[in-house]
T-cell receptor, first 110, second 116 residues
Framework: GIQVEQSPPDLILQEGANSTLRCNFS?????LQWFHQNPWGQLINLFY???GTKQNGRLSATTVATERYSLLYISSSQTTDSGVYFC????????????FGAGTRLAVHP | GAVVSQHPSWVICKSGTSVKIECRSL??????MFWYRQFPKQSLMLMAT?????????EQGVEKDKFLINHASLTLSTLTVTSAHPEDSSFYIC????????????FGPGTRLLVL
């Protein structure tokens, strides 16, 4: 099946810093989503981005489907950005399921 | 965005009992629902995929007789953990997707199960 790798596994930032999270995948995809899992476990949809670039406030994401990677940018980080960021993909080969990467655990300190 | 609810949010039960978890799509029709399991500090692992009105498709290694899934309507799926044991303690999360294979998946808030 399709493999999803996220980096870095852990990230510590000072409030106000910028960061880039990466997601590599092993096959063509027809769905790629970025999520933020808050401390209570709720998964919050950040982006649905199988290709192209999107921006939402301080967050933006870019997926280069031909090179099989996606990037999530967090600018001017805040303590509320802390949590785990997951990339999840659905393969284009007829697969019907979203496969999650291992996640990036982000801690933003004041 | 679309809203998915889960009930209960947490449950504590004795070993050997069965526990039912409900997943509802509140403002859209979910043709497909998914059940995931997450252990502490780990990623989400897909357990099964269910389409409304048909049998669930289980991932390799997931016991279908232990984790019973029913998707009786376009807004409700249930996961029953039968004869629960302490090793079944985990965070169970459902997600729902509307029409179309390329639609966004929306996730419920999860259910924490503790089996004593």
């Amino acid at each position: 099946g399709i493999q999803v790798e996220q980096s870095p596994p852990d990230l510590i930032l000072q409030e106000g810093a910028n960061s880039t999270l990466r997601c590599n995948f092993s096959d063509s995809v027809n769905n790629l989503q970025w999520f933020h899992q808050n401390p209570w476990g709720q998964l919050i949809n950040l982006f649905y981005i199988p290709s192209g670039t999107k921006q939402n406030g301080r967050l933006s994401a870019t997926t280069v489907a031909t090179e099989r990677y996606s990037l999530l940018y967090i600018s001017s980080s805040q303590t509320t950005d802390s949590g785990v960021y997951f990339c999840a993909v659905q393969g284009a080969g007829g697969y019907n399921k979203l496969i999650f990467g291992a996640g990036t655990r982000l801690a933003v300190h004041p | 965005g679309a809203v998915v609810s889960q009930h209960p949010s947490w449950v504590i039960c004795k070993s050997g009992t069965s526990v039912k978890i409900e997943c509802r799509s509140l403002d859209f029709q979910a043709t497909t629902m998914f059940w995931y399991r997450q252990f502490p500090k780990q990623s989400l692992m897909l357990m099964a995929t269910s389409n409304e009105g048909s049998k669930a498709t289980y991932e390799q290694g997931v016991e279908k007789d232990k984790f019973l899934i029913n998707h009786a309507s376009l807004t409700l799926s249930t996961l029953t953990v039968t004869s629960a044991h302490p090793e079944d303690s985990s965070f169970y999360i459902c997600s729902a997707r509307g029409w179309g294979n390329q639609e966004t998946q929306y996730f419920g808030p999860g259910t924490r199960l503790l089996v004593l």
